[in-house]
């Protein structure tokens, strides 16, 4: 007697494409482990870093000083807002407005200290320009890749073909200057 052989499995074409790209958004970090500092700071180039953005590093800290700046304050206003609402429902007014006041002092330090540390980290983040010659080509190369197949695998990637196609320009924002 015979068993019967399992009947393999059709994998869709469409996780097949997704994973190509996410296979090709990771390899774009594999060069960078065999890139030690110490390489990269003997390496004989006019750039002497301390000039500029840092690949991938300064726009990321940039983008957190915003959040910082913009997102911190509105999320803790919005916080203070419910303790508010919740405050006069509840008949505890008072001891809301107590809250919020707190809550508001806390928030206002914290942005600041963040915002001191974060443009720290920014000017720091400029030594690693010397790593740009190395990552720029990468992050083209990844935005390249996800222009190409958000355009030529649109019906494959449908609805989604479109926003993969401009997830490209997107990347480029991280190339370094």
Do not use: W
Request: charged share 10%.
């Amino acid at each position: 007697m015979t068993t019967p052989r399992p009947v393999p499995r059709l994998r869709p074409r469409r996780a097949h494409v997704i994973a190509t790209v996410a296979a090709a958004g990771l390899g774009i970090f594999a060069p960078l482990a065999l890139v030690s500092p110490s390489g990269a700071s003997s390496a004989p180039t006019g750039n002497t870093g301390n000039t500029g953005s840092a690949a991938a590093v300064t726009p990321l800290l940039e983008i957190f000083k915003f959040g910082n700046a913009v997102g911190l304050p509105l999320a803790c206003s919005d916080a203070g807002s419910v303790v508010s609402i919740i405050g006069s429902q509840t008949g505890g007014t008072a001891v809301a407005s107590k809250l919020v006041t707190e809550l508001d002092s806390q928030c206002n330090q914290l942005s600041s200290k963040g915002g001191d540390y974060l443009q720290q980290a920014i000017a720091q983040s400029r030594a690693l320009t010397l790593l740009n010659p190395v990552v720029n080509p990468l992050i083209s190369a990844l935005a390249k890749a996800l222009n190409t197949v958000g355009t030529q695998e649109e019906g494959s990637l449908s609805p989604f073909g479109p926003t993969v196609a401009g997830l490209g320009g997107t990347v480029t924002f991280f190339e370094g200057s």
